[in-house]
């Protein structure tokens, strides 16, 4: 366990997502609003490192604002099992591919 007190990650909260044009976003000024394509129900997504971990509501109490973990991302089994392949008719990594 002391070899993970030194570990890093960066964690992120995204709450929502805005399409905009560059001009517009180079427009903006200290205090700008931009509006999300989502509302305050949603759920939010929780990154490491930018990869999706866990899933997430936001709690409000007085003042203070946090996120409660409600569900955890795993990986897909065919992401964990050695020498497969992802994708429809994936062919394992490890068996030789004949030439014809």
């Known amino acids: 366990m002391a070899i993970l007190e030194d570990l890093k990650v960066d964690l992120t909260v995204v709450l ?3 399409h905009m ?3 517009m976003l180079l427009r903006m000024g200290r205090g700008a609003v931009i509006a999300l394509e ?5 759920m939010v997504e929780i990154l490491a490192n930018d990869h999706p971990i866990a899933r997430g509501q936001i709690v409000v109490t007085g ?3 946090s996120v409660e973990v409600t569900e955890l991302i795993r990986k897909a ?3 964990r ?3 497969v ?3 429809e008719g994936a062919v394992p990594v490890l068996e030789p591919m004949g030439l014809e």
Do not use: F, K, Q
């Not at 989502?38 to 949603?42: H, V």
């Open 16 to 18: 929502g997502r805005s």
């Open 21 to 23: 044009p560059l001009h």
């Open 38 to 42: 989502s509302t305050e129900t949603d």
């Open 63 to 65: 003042n203070r604002i």
């Open 77 to 79: 089994e065919v992401l």
């Open 81 to 83: 099992t050695p020498g």
């Open 85 to 87: 392949t992802i994708g």
